[in-house]
């Protein structure tokens, strides 16, 4: 499974993941103890969670789009990342450099108005 080998890669991982309907693949992109904000005000956190959420969203077979992507903003290995959505809105992320160089989110507030 391709890992993100800059924190800008996620984004596009997350496409591709979600559109192919990939939970494994969507649950891997964030790290075990991440927290994800739902659209109903909540949060997911950790892995089990993350995945019952994405299992869930998977199951209404979304399409979704590409965004126009910000480059991220990184100190030393934290970056901000974030996407215009294609309908308004925003996206928000934290993501850490995993030992092996690859990228992980954190945090994920996928919905920022």
């Not at 596009?12 to 309907?21: D, K």
């Not at 991440?34 to 892995?47: N, Y």
Request: aromatic fraction near 8%; hydrophobic fraction near 40%; glycine fraction near 10%.
């Amino acid at each position: 499974m391709e890992k993100a080998g800059e924190p800008e890669d996620l984004s596009r991982l997350f496409i591709e993941r979600v559109n192919t309907h990939d939970v494994d693949g969507l649950v891997e992109l964030y790290e075990p103890d991440a927290v994800l904000a739902t659209p109903d005000g909540g949060t997911a956190r950790g892995a089990a969670e993350i995945r019952a959420f994405y299992a869930a969203l998977i199951s209404t077979k979304p399409v979704f789009s590409a965004g126009r992507q910000w480059p991220a903003l990184r100190v030393g290995d934290i970056a901000l990342t974030s996407s215009r959505l294609p309908g308004g809105g925003a996206t928000a992320e934290i993501a850490r450099c995993q030992p092996d160089g690859s990228w992980r989110w954190l945090a994920d507030r996928p919905s920022v108005t």
